[in-house]
C-alpha cells in the first residue's frame, strides 16, 4: 500500500482524521459542556476532553493539543470570557487537489455522523467555506471545511452573531 492509500486518498504522510464515533464523542461532548466560560477556568475542559496542557497561553487566547498534535484545539475569548472552542478533526492535508478532495469528504462524511445523532443542522451554509450548523439556545456547534482541514466549533450565539454582522453574513445561500 502506498502513502497516499494509507492516508486515505490524501497526498500528505500521516494525514488523520476523527472516525464517526470519534466525531460524535466530540460533538456531544462540546454540546452537553457545563463550563463558565471564563478563560481562567480552563481546567473543567482538561478533565472533560483529555487535552495536553496549553502550549500557547495568553489572556484571550489558549491552544492544546487534542490528540490530532500540537494546536489541534484553540479556546478564544475577549475581555477574559471565552467565545469559541474550535478542534481539529483532521490535521492539514496537502495543498493540492487530492488534498482538497480528501478533507471534502472527511467533511461529508462527518455532516452524515453528525447528523444522524444531532438531527438536522439549523443551517447549512454555501460558500467557499462550507460549514454546518446546529444552535441551541447559547450556543452553536458548526462543523466547517476550511479545504485544507475540517474544524469542529462551539461558539457563542452572541460571537456568531457579531461576526456575522462584521462579515455581511446574515444573508448566506443554504446548502
Given at each position: 500500500m502506498?502513502?497516499?492509500?494509507?492516508?486515505g486518498g490524501n497526498s500528505v504522510?500521516?494525514?488523520r482524521e476523527l472516525g464517526d464515533t470519534e466525531i460524535v464523542d466530540v460533538a456531544t461532548k462540546l454540546r452537553s459542556l457545563v463550563w463558565s466560560w471564563r478563560m481562567d477556568n480552563l481546567m473543567r475542559l482538561l478533565v472533560v476532553f483529555g487535552w495536553q496542557d496549553p502550549i500557547f497561553k495568553s489572556p484571550d487566547w489558549v491552544r492544546f493539543d487534542s490528540g490530532?498534535?500540537?494546536g489541534t484545539?484553540?479556546?478564544m475569548g475577549r475581555d477574559g470570557e471565552a467565545e469559541r472552542i474550535e478542534v481539529a478533526v483532521t490535521t492539514l492535508a496537502a495543498d493540492d487537489a487530492a488534498g482538497q478532495a480528501g478533507v471534502h469528504d472527511a467533511f461529508a462524511r462527518m455532516t452524515t455522523a453528525l447528523t444522524a445523532t444531532r438531527g438536522e443542522p439549523t443551517a447549512r451554509i454555501a460558500d467557499a467555506i462550507p460549514e454546518i450548523r446546529w444552535r441551541g439556545e447559547e450556543t452553536t456547534l458548526l462543523l466547517t471545511d476550511?479545504?485544507?482541514m475540517v474544524r469542529l466549533r462551539l461558539v457563542t450565539n452572541t460571537w456568531l452573531a457579531e461576526y456575522g454582522e462584521?462579515?455581511?453574513l446574515q444573508g448566506q445561500s443554504t446548502i
Open positions: 502506498t502513502d497516499l492509500e494509507a492516508s504522510v500521516g494525514w490530532l498534535g500540537p484545539c484553540d479556546v476550511l479545504l485544507l462584521a462579515n455581511g
